[in-house]
Structure formats: structure tokens, C-alpha cells
């Protein structure tokens, strides 16, 4: 088995290195942002950070990199207060990969790599159309990372829309019937196949497998 000790990371070739450290943590959500300036240019990024932070309320957040050069995804969302969680399915990775290029500040995402812009119910920044879960989400607050300049940006979900067939009683979501993808590292993309859901686990009983569509 390959064994490295963090002396023998830090002295990996940094590519290398990055590959091996962004991939080593396992599957990540994959997801488009979109943003728009106040001067009304709709922007568009690929992340593998976005998280859940809590229920009640409802908020996520995501990791940004350091602002040592231009981030039109915080710019826009600390300028406008609104921004969109679109998740990304197999038919959509090869676009929404390519939304990491380093387009100039007047060229949109969304029309350089081929998404439509969509505004539902008044919303003020702008879904990816052919997402089929989206999440509309207010911006909350953001922290600096004092170990590596990186941002954690939360946010509060406002609006969600999603087909109602993949939901189970419970209210679970099965992204698997969406053909929703996982990222790999910095630049794999996967579909993960669905096992089963288990009962919730307690110290007096062993938990089960669930029904389907519980």
C-alpha cells in the first residue's frame, strides 16, 4: 500500500499533489453557481464544494479560493445578496467543466459554454434551464479560512424546484433518477449507483435496510 507522510506530500510536484489531495477525500457534489453583477452580466462556475449546513434553517455554503485574483462569483453575490445551486447531471458535465475556464469579466458563462439563463418567480439571480434540481439561495455571511486564505460563503435556500417523482414519502430525494453527478478531484466526474437507505442507527437495535420509496 502507498504510504506518504505530510513531509512526503509537501514535496510532491504541486499538480501532482493537488490531483492526489482533491481527489484522496472521496465523491464531491458537483454544481453549478450562477451569479449576476449589478450591472446585469449573469455569470456561471462549477464548484465540488458546496455543503449542507443545517435544516432548521435551511443553509449551505461553499468554499471559494482566496480573492488574490478576480472572483466574479463573490463579487456577484456580495454586490447583488442572490445566488443559484444548480446541480449537474451526466448530459451537462462536459459544459459545465468548461464554465472554469478564465473568460473575461463582459463574457457570460452561460452563453460561452451553451446553458440557458432562467428566472423563475421574481428571483433575482439566474438557473441553469436544463438543471433539473435547483436551489435559489440568499446570501448570509462569509469566513475566512485562517489556514489558507480560502472563503466559506453561506447561504440561505429560498427556493427549491425539483421533479416530485424522484422524492420518496419521507421527503429524500433520489438524485440517482436525475442522473445527477459526483465530482472526482479536480476534474473527474462519476455517477454513483444507489445502494439502499438504512433506518435510522440506535445503540438497542440494528439498523435495516429501508423500503423502496420510503
Known amino acids: 500500500m ?39 452580466m449573469a455569470n456561471l462556475a462549477v464548484f465540488s464544494s458546496v455543503m449542507h ?33 444548480n446541480l449537474v447531471s451526466a448530459d451537462m458535465h462536459h459544459r459545465a467543466h468548461q464554465t472554469a475556464a478564465k473568460y473575461e469579466k463582459d463574457v457570460s458563462e452561460f452563453t460561452a459554454v451553451g446553458f440557458e439563463e432562467l428566472y423563475l418567480d421574481g428571483f433575482a439571480a439566474p438557473y441553469v434551464a436544463e438543471s433539473t434540481i435547483k436551489i435559489g439561495c440568499q446570501y448570509k455571511n462569509h469566513y475566512s479560512l485562517a489556514e489558507n486564505g480560502c472563503l466559506l460563503v453561506i447561504g440561505s435556500i429560498e427556493r427549491l424546484y425539483y421533479p416530485e417523482e424522484i422524492q420518496d414519502t419521507d421527503g429524500f430525494l433520489r438524485l440517482d433518477k436525475t442522473d445527477t453527478v459526483a465530482a472526482m478531484g479536480m476534474d473527474g466526474y462519476a455517477l454513483p449507483t444507489f445502494l439502499n437507505r438504512m433506518s435510522y442507527a440506535r445503540p438497542e437495535s440494528e439498523s435495516i435496510i429501508l423500503p423502496d420509496g420510503t
Open 2 to 40: 502507498k504510504h506518504h507522510r505530510s513531509d512526503d506530500i509537501a514535496q510532491l510536484p504541486s499538480r501532482f499533489r493537488a490531483n492526489l489531495i482533491n481527489s484522496v477525500t472521496g465523491y464531491k457534489s458537483c454544481n453549478l453557481i450562477g451569479t449576476k453583477s449589478s450591472e446585469g
Open 53 to 85: 449546513i443545517g435544516s432548521s434553517p435551511p443553509l449551505l455554503g461553499f468554499i471559494l479560493r482566496p480573492l488574490t485574483v478576480r472572483r466574479d462569483t463573490f463579487t456577484n453575490i456580495k454586490e447583488l445578496g442572490y445566488f443559484t445551486v
